[in-house]
């Protein structure tokens, strides 16, 4: 009878390791930096092509003294980062001349101002565009080069360029000119900026397919689909054309179901927070906000009163991410990833903040094992020897069991 119930646990523990269900299929473990409580995880661009397209999936593990527990992490990404303060500013004086137009604003802060957002009319525009500052409105200085802004007020390609960004100044006032008389300084925001470049990953691309359907008008549109070597969070993708004239372009760019809008108009090349699409002689930069998890990108473009210029090649870069938690030297850590049923996980994410630009002791994280299938898993981790020893372990197993069940049956008919 014992023989009977130990057999049956045999069973029932093998029965129950190969119908488990398949859970985190990844594990990385993480090596907590010697000093710091609050440090940064790098995460390897390879983990893009398994974890969850909302990154649902993703758990980081304490393990200690045999038990587990789940660290609360905040996700950031490493694009481009932008602070802005907005301080007060006043319109004082706004005046048209022959072939120029001027505008001058009072700040009232004590705080440093390196950018301006004017409010412009009409709509439709391509101007220069200088700043000069005073403190006194006698003796007036310029700050930095004189820029170029474009704003195209049609129905199918909206877009206005408007910021002015100069070197730092504690100036009382500013004064800007445009080249055209018949633009009107309405007003302006005031804003000190700060930037902190991002960290970027350069994506291979398989196949790119373009189709430019030129109608009557000659004016497009054109599109462009193409195909990643593997999935990625794509952040930025940059156009190149044959050189020519200077074109614009407005249009959309989908990935997985998302459509972001994107317009364009200028000759140099800017980059916004916002997504938008900047043309150039030969050069375009589309910026997708956070970004999307995808294989396919198609885009479709629509010109403005030109015809659609002669496409060159397409860059695609993915956004570096981290994870910022609270580690303990010495303490083992575990990354798992993979679970295509997980939901996001609920944690209290107080204290993991921190300013773009601030130093945090980095984190190692290790490389990539399988745990697909349960004990599967481990036995795929196992080289050739170590497989060949333990299936010789488990016919020998098999055999005593053999054995044993053989001599019991023999005693029952005795």
């Known amino acids: 009878m014992k023989g009977l119930l130990f057999i049956g646990i045999l069973l029932g523990l093998a029965t129950a390791a190969v119908s488990q269900p398949a859970a985190y299929r990844w594990v990385r473990e993480v090596e907590a930096a010697d000093s710091g409580s609050l440090q940064r995880i790098p995460l390897p661009p390879e983990l893009y092509r398994r974890v969850r397209n909302d990154w649902a999936d993703l758990r980081l593990i304490q393990v200690q003294n045999g038990d587990t527990a789940e660290v609360p992490y905040r996700l950031r990404s490493l694009g481009d980062a932008v602070s802005l303060r907005e301080l007060p500013v006043r319109l004082i004086r706004s005046e048209n001349l022959t072939r120029e137009s ?16 004017l409010d412009l009319d009409p709509a439709q525009y391509d101007v220069r565009a200088s700043v000069q500052a005073s403190r006194n409105r006698i003796r007036w200085h310029a700050l930095g080069d004189t820029a170029r802004l474009q704003g195209i007020g049609q129905v ?10 100069f070197p730092d100044t504690a100036a009382t006032f500013l004064r800007v000119r445009l080249d055209d008389p018949r633009i009107r300084i309405r007003g302006a925001k005031a804003y000190f900026e700060e930037r902190w470049p991002g960290t970027y990953q350069a994506l291979g691309v398989d196949d790119v397919d373009v189709d430019v359907s030129v109608p009557d008008d000659s004016l497009g549109p054109l599109r462009v689909r193409l195909t990643l070597d593997h999935r990625a969070p794509v952040h930025k993708l940059r156009f190149s054309f044959r050189p020519g004239l200077p074109f614009v372009l407005g249009g959309d760019v989908r990935c997985l179901g998302q459509s972001v809008r994107t317009h364009g108009g200028s000759r140099d090349i800017w980059e916004y927070e916002s997504p938008v699409l900047i043309s150039s002689l030969d050069t375009a930069a589309v910026l997708l906000g956070d970004g999307c998890f995808t294989y396919v990108i ?4 629509r010109t403005q009163g030109m015809q659609v210029p002669d496409f060159e090649g397409i860059q695609v870069f993915a956004a570096a991410h981290e994870l910022l938690a609270r580690l303990e030297p010495g303490t083992q850590y575990l990354l798992l990833y993979g679970d295509p049923e997980a939901s996001k996980p609920r944690m209290d994410r107080t204290g993991l903040d921190a300013a773009p630009g601030e130093r945090l002791p980095s984190a190692t994280v290790g490389s990539e094992h399988s745990l697909a299938g349960g004990l599967q898993g481990v036995y795929d981790e196992l080289d050739v020897y170590a497989r060949a020893g333990l299936l010789l372990v488990a016919v020998l197993i098999l055999l005593m069991l053999l054995v044993w069940l053989l001599r019991w049956i023999r005693r029952r008919r005795v």
């Open 102 to 117: 001027f505008a001058t604003f009072r700040l009232d802060a004590s705080w440093p101002v390196n950018r301006l957002d």
């Open 156 to 165: 199918s390609a909206q877009y206005q360029q408007v910021t002015l960004h």
């Open 298 to 301: 198609e885009a479709e473009f």
